[in-house]
C-alpha cells in the first residue's frame, strides 16, 4: 500500500498549438481530417465496458455539407437506459473505494493521451462533426479538455486536504464521500471538453455516470469515451448512452438512486429536467444535486472613454467566433453615441475580413452552424429585425443551407433597447446593438441589467476608472463572469472559473474547485480518546 501524503502542483494550462503550414501538428491534423473524412464509422452504446448494437440508428453528418455522413449511431431503448444505470451502480462500489491518487493516475493518462497520441484525432472529429475551425477546435477539444482533467486534479487534491481542527482528546476529521448513487450527465455539442468534463469531475470525485451525449457532437464523444477506456477508466463508471434525450431522462429521472445531474444546455431543457426531478422527489433515496450551466444573453457595454478598435475587436470575435455558437458568445452591445461612428467603420473593416465556409480551408474563420433545426430559428430572429422599423441590418443577413448550414454574420443596429434580439438568446451569429446617448451611461446599465433573464458572461470597455467601477458594481448580477476590457468569451480551467446564475443555471464555477464540491456528500468523523465517564457538569460537584 502507497501510505505517501502526496499533493499535486497547480499544473500550466496546455499551450494552444500554432498549426502552421509545415508544421508537425498541421501535417498530422491534415492527415487525420482526411482519414475520418473518408471513413463512415458505426457508433454503439458503451454499457459496462461492453458495445450494443440496438439497431435503432441514426446519422451523424457535418453540418458544413450534411450531404456527408460521418457515422451511424444506435440509440438507446428504455432497456439500454436501465443497463446503464445498473451498471453505473455496480461499478460505483469499487471506484468510490479506489484511492483518489489511482483515480488521479488515470485523469492525468487521459490528459497525456488526449495531448500527444489522439490530439489531431480529437481535433478533427471536432471539427469535421460540429463545424469547428482548427482554432477552436484546439482551444477546446484539446486544450481546454485536458486542462479540466489536469486542474480537477489538482482542486481534489486540496479539498481533500482541508479539514477540521482537533485537539488533545479527539481527532475530527471529513471524509469527502460520492454522492449515494448516480450522477446523470447531459452533454451539448458546443464544446468537446464539456461533454469530457461533465463526466470527468464527478467521476474523479468517485461517482460513476450515465452519459447522455448530444446527437450532434457524437463523433468527438465517441472517440473521448474510447481514449477513457484506454486511459483505463473501469468498466461502468461512464455508460455512454445516445438516443432520445426526453426518453433517456424521463427514465433516469424515474431511478431512486439518481444522485445528481450535470448539465450543460439549454434553459428549457434544464427546466425540464429540474420539474422532472421535483416530481420524483419522494421516490430519491437522498436529495439529487442540480449542476447546470444553461443559456445567456452576454452583453459588451462601452463607455465613451474605450478603444474604438478594441471594441470592434471584441464585437466582430466574441460575437462570431464558432459562429456565435458558445454560450459565453456577445450577443449584445450598449455603445455611446460620441463613439459609435468610429467603431462602426472599425466593426466594417474587420468584418470584412471574415471568410465563410468549411473548416477543413484554413481561411475560413466562419463555418456552419450546428444544424437544420438552429439555421431555421437564426433566421427568424433575422427575419424578425427586417421586418421591424427600429432595426437596421448594416451587415450580413443572409444564408444558404443548399450544402451546408451556412448564415452570415449578422449585426443589427436597433433603436429599441427592448428589441427581441437584445433579450432572447439566440444562439447563432448574430450581434445586436443599441447605441445610447452619453450622458444615459447610468440609466443604460440599469437596462443591460435587466433586458434579459441570464447572468452568464459580459465586458465593459473603458479607459475611465471611475465609470468602470459603476458598470462592475450595478452589473454585477447580470453576469457571473464578468471582463474588463476583454470580449466576454474565452474564459480558462484555473484562470476564470466558469458560470452564471439568474437564468444562465446554478453557477457551479466549472474549472475551479468548486465544482468538484458538489460531487461530494462530506462525512464528519469525530474520534474520542477518552471518553466522558459522568453526566453531572463541573459546577454541579
Known sequence: MNNAIFSFNKPQNEPVLKYLEGSNERIQLEKELERLSNTEIEIPLIIDGKEIYTGKTGKVVMPHNHGHVLATYHMATEKEVNMAIEAALRAKPMWENVSWLERSSIMLKIAKLLSE????????????????????????????????????????????????????????????????????????????????????????????????????????????MKIFEEAGVPNGVINFVPGSGSMIGRTVLAHKELAGVHFTGSNNTFNTLWKGVSDNLTNYRSYPKLVGETGGKDFIFVHNSAKAREVATAIIAGAFEYQGQKCSAASRAYIPESKWPEIKAEVLELYKKIKIGGPENVENFFNAVIDKGSYDNILSYIDEAKNCGDCEIIAGGNSDNSKGYFVEPTIIVTKNHDFTTMKEEIFGPVMTIYVYKDDKYIETLEICDKTSPYGLTGAIFSNDKYAMVQACRMLRYAAGNFYINDKPTGAMVGLQPFGGARGSGTNDKAGGHLNLLRWTSPRTVKETFVPATDILYDYMK
Open 117 to 224: 497520441k489522439y490530439r489531431a484525432t480529437i481535433n478533427a472529429a471536432t471539427m469535421l462533426g460540429q463545424s469547428k475551425n482548427i482554432y477552436q477546435a484546439e482551444i477546446d477539444a484539446a486544450c481546454e479538455t485536458i486542462d479540466f482533467l489536469r486542474f480537477n486534479v489538482f482542486f481534489a487534491s486540496q479539498i481533500y486536504q482541508h479539514q477540521p481542527s482537533s485537539d488533545n482528546n479527539q481527532f475530527n476529521r471529513l471524509e469527502y464521500r460520492a454522492l449515494e448513487g448516480f450522477v446523470f450527465a447531459v452533454s451539448p455539442f458546443n464544446f468537446t471538453s464539456i461533454a469530457s468534463n461533465l463526466n470527468m469531475a464527478p467521476a474523479m470525485m468517485g461517482n460513476t455516470t450515465v452519459w447522455k451525449p448530444a446527437t450532434t457532437s457524437l463523433l468527438s464523444n465517441y472517440f473521448l
